[in-house]
T-cell receptor, first 112, second 113 residues
Framework: QKEVEQNSGPLSVPEGAIASLNCTYSDRGSQSFFWYRQYSGKSPELIMFIYSNGDKEDGRFTAQLNKASQYVSLLIRDSQPSDSATYLCAVPLSGGYNKLIFGAGTRLAVHP | DAGVTQSPTHLIKTRGQHVTLRCSPISGHKSVSWYQQVLGQGPQFIFQYYEKEERGRGNFPDRFSARQFPNYSSELNVNALLLGDSALYLC????????????FGNGTRLTVT
């Protein structure tokens, strides 16, 4: 059974620092990986999608994928208090991106 | 364009009752998926529907059922409610059944007493 593991946190970083969020997955055959951000009381919002080994950058966000070690990470540069949220890692269960397995999420707190 | 809309936003039910949750996908999206999110956990996949056909079912009991209508809206039904069914129920839509990312609605908060 596929599993996705995340440290629940909270991860506390000062404003302006780099926040590093990690996720490990059990299925070596997993090809695609998603990072969602979820503010308290709100729904998940897709922020990054990666399927190739290496780095993918989008603004202040960088996703890093290492398939050999079965981990994917999310770096947030120049962290802002507005980045304070829970970050969910997800992999497809099977056959497409509609059936996702989510980790429990890492709560990030950026303090001024 | 409106995002994924869900109704109601909050609901309180008693054990043993039945509940129906509704979802309207983003215009043009043909796939709808349902997820359950218990406090402190990530969302857990319940169902996916595409073009009115069930395309996937998660590890949930038969008390959970769903359907998709010709206008691509969807209903999630839960019978014989248990206290453990208390959760945030999220609906997500996507353009296609396969390689299209999910867009989530704001969810329905169900409390079972």
């Amino acid at each position: 059974q596929k599993e996705v593991e995340q440290n629940s946190g909270p991860l506390s970083v000062p404003e302006g620092a780099i926040a590093s969020l990690n996720c490990t997955y059990s299925d070596r055959g997993s090809q695609s990986f998603f990072w969602y951000r979820q503010y308290s009381g709100k729904s998940p919002e897709l922020i990054m999608f990666i399927y190739s080994n290496g780095d993918k950058e989008d603004g202040r966000f960088t996703a890093q994928l290492n398939k050999a070690s079965q981990y994917v990470s999310l770096l947030i540069r120049d962290s802002q208090p507005s980045d304070s949220a829970t970050y969910l890692c997800a992999v497809p269960l099977s056959g497409g991106y509609n059936k996702l397995i989510f980790g429990a999420g890492t709560r990030l707190a950026v303090h001024p | 364009d409106a995002g994924v809309t869900q109704s109601p936003t909050h609901l309180i039910k008693t054990r043993g009752q039945h509940v129906t949750l509704r979802c309207s996908p983003i215009s043009g999206h043909k796939s709808v998926s349902w997820y359950q999110q218990v406090l402190g956990q990530g969302p857990q996949f319940i169902f996916q529907y595409y073009e009115k056909e069930e395309r996937g079912r998660g590890n949930f009991p038969d008390r959970f059922s769903a359907r998709q209508f010709p206008n691509y809206s969807s209903e999630l039904n839960v019978n014989a409610l248990l206290l453990g069914d208390s959760a945030l129920y999220l609906c997500a839509s996507s353009l296609l059944s396969g390689d299209s990312p999910l867009h989530f609605g704001n969810g329905t908060r169900l409390t079972v007493t």
